[in-house]
Nanobody, 117 residues
């Protein structure tokens, strides 16, 4: 199994920056991808960004140009650098791990990001 531990959330003013980290432990597969989702109050969980083991990235349109996802394979850790934050970025951010085969998903416990106007 894979365990995920997030850190780095907090309160920031609009226009500010935060960096989230997610450390994975356990049986990490080379055929996997990791990423970030977020869920705002009263809304569905949505994709923010993903990154594969070959560093292919994917971003939600709402964060393109502001957020950057990266990974350190030696540390089994991914990061989400969030710049130019907006109040609408306020949400609980969840780290996620997906193994291609055999299929397996794992979620972190979530970290709160609050952007004040």
């Amino acid at each position: 199994q894979v365990q995920l531990v997030e850190s780095g959330g907090g309160l920031v003013q609009a226009g500010g920056s935060l960096r989230l980290s997610c450390a994975a432990s356990g049986s990490i597969s080379s055929r996997s991808r990791m990423g970030w989702y977020r869920q705002a109050p009263g809304k569905q969980r949505e994709l923010v960004a993903t990154i594969t083991n070959s560093d292919t990235t994917n971003y939600a349109d709402s964060v393109k140009g502001r957020f950057t996802i990266s990974r350190d394979n030696a540390k089994n850790t991914i990061y989400l650098q969030m710049n130019s934050l907006k109040p609408e970025d306020t949400a609980v951010y969840y780290c996620y791990y997906q193994r291609t085969f055999p299929p397996f998903n794992s979620w972190g416990q979530g970290t709160q990001v609050t952007v004040s106007s």
